[in-house]
């Protein structure tokens, strides 16, 4: 079975980070009244197991009578919302009062327009009866009238600590072996995605039984942080070729420009302090900002990055040639 499944939050307990979408939930849950919901948020970050949990909290054992459960990714056309959803909502189940059936639209941003347009009368008709709990990559690809009926309870990628945490929990539950380093690589691939940490880590421990950095990287198909770590250290010796050198390796193994280009922004965060003072670092993420910018308007090319290791060396040096200055904002360590 995969962890996904094994491990998805069965209370709001189990939720780990945002805490003022779990807070809200909670509200909901001791004052039985659920407004509308669109739940919007990047992947991985809890929205389809949080409208699970708030259900089951909410309706109990009612919950296989009152819940219409769809995934709009497959069943998204305008017969779905005039059959399946409009006879749920006509449908009688007793309930404790106050409470009311739910039907949870998964991936709604991928119903059409036109389906949602009937989803909207079907909201308004049976609102005594019947809510509704959306999720969605973006809020903005549900129609402005759906908007307008939901409250949106927004998610955010979980920080690397929150995704630790719960890993920890499986870890231990699963007595998988591993080295603090290991799980570590595996918090940086997920970089916020719960369900990506998850799986690289059942992935890694089923495939090699152990949990460690060249294990994980193995499985995890990203360029090794390692070589675009070594990259900006040539970088912070002013050394353009060697650093370009290990990028374009990345490049040869297969890896696009694009995943090149977000290993380093994520590299260049985490990049150890006393070797890269903030003032650097923040002047290197702008680089690796309008590099990706320029990747995206169409010149995806090795010339880019080429281009941005250049302007970084640029900056490197010029900073170094602050003299005075470089005590105060940490340039010894240059
Ligand atoms: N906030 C969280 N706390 C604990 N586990 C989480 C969290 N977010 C995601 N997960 C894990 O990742 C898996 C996918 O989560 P899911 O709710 O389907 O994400 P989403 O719908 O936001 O893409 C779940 O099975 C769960 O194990
Ligand atoms: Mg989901």
């Not at 870890?171 to 690589?185: D, F, H, I, R």
């Not at 691939?189 to 090699?208: E, V």
């Not at 006393?274 to 010339?303: D, N, Q, W």
């Amino acid at each position: 079975m995969p962890w996904v499944e094994k491990y998805r939050p069965k209370t709001l307990d189990d939720l780990v980070g945002n805490d003022d979408a779990v807070d809200r939930m909670r509200t909901m849950v001791r004052s039985g009244f659920m407004p509308n919901l669109i739940f919007s948020g990047p992947p991985g970050c809890g929205k389809t197991s949080a409208i699970g949990v708030l259900a089951r909290e909410l309706l109990g054992d009612k919950y296989k009578e009152a819940v219409l459960e769809m995934n709009a990714s497959d069943e998204r056309g305008i017969d779905v919302v005039r059959n399946k959803i409009k006879m749920f909502a006509q449908k009688k189940v007793t309930l404790a009062p106050g409470r009311t059936k739910l039907v949870i639209l998964d991936e709604a941003d991928s119903m059409t327009t036109a389906a949602q347009q009937a989803m909207r009368r079907t909201m308004e008709i049976y609102s005594a009866t019947t809510r509704f709990a959306l999720a969605c990559n973006t809020s903005e690809k549900v129609i402005e009238p759906i908007q307008s009926r939901c409250a949106i309870v927004r998610f955010g990628k979980l920080t690397d600590a929150q995704v630790l945490k719960r890993l920890m929990t499986v870890v231990e539950a699963e007595k998988v072996t591993y080295v603090p380093k290991g799980l570590e690589a595996i918090v940086f691939t997920a970089d916020g995605d719960m369900r990506q940490a998850l799986n690289n880590l059942q992935s890694t421990a089923l495939g090699f039984g152990m949990v460690n950095e060249e294990n994980v990287f193995r499985v995890c198909d990203q360029p090794h942080p390692n070589i675009v770590r070594d990259a900006f250290s040539f970088i912070l010796q002013g050394n353009v070729d060697d650093a370009y050198a290990r990028l374009k390796s990345l490049h040869d193994q297969g890896y696009s420009v694009f995943d090149i280009i977000g290993t380093m922004y994520r590299v260049c965060k985490n990049f150890d302090d006393t070797a890269m003072p903030e003032f650097i670092k923040l002047e290197l993420i702008r680089i690796i900002g309008f590099t990706h910018l320029r990747l995206s308007e169409g010149c995806a090319t090795m010339i880019q990055i080429g281009g941005g290791v250049a302007r970084m060396v640029e900056l490197v040096s010029d900073a170094k040639k602050m003299g005075g200055y470089s005590a105060e904002l940490g340039l010894d360590a240059l």
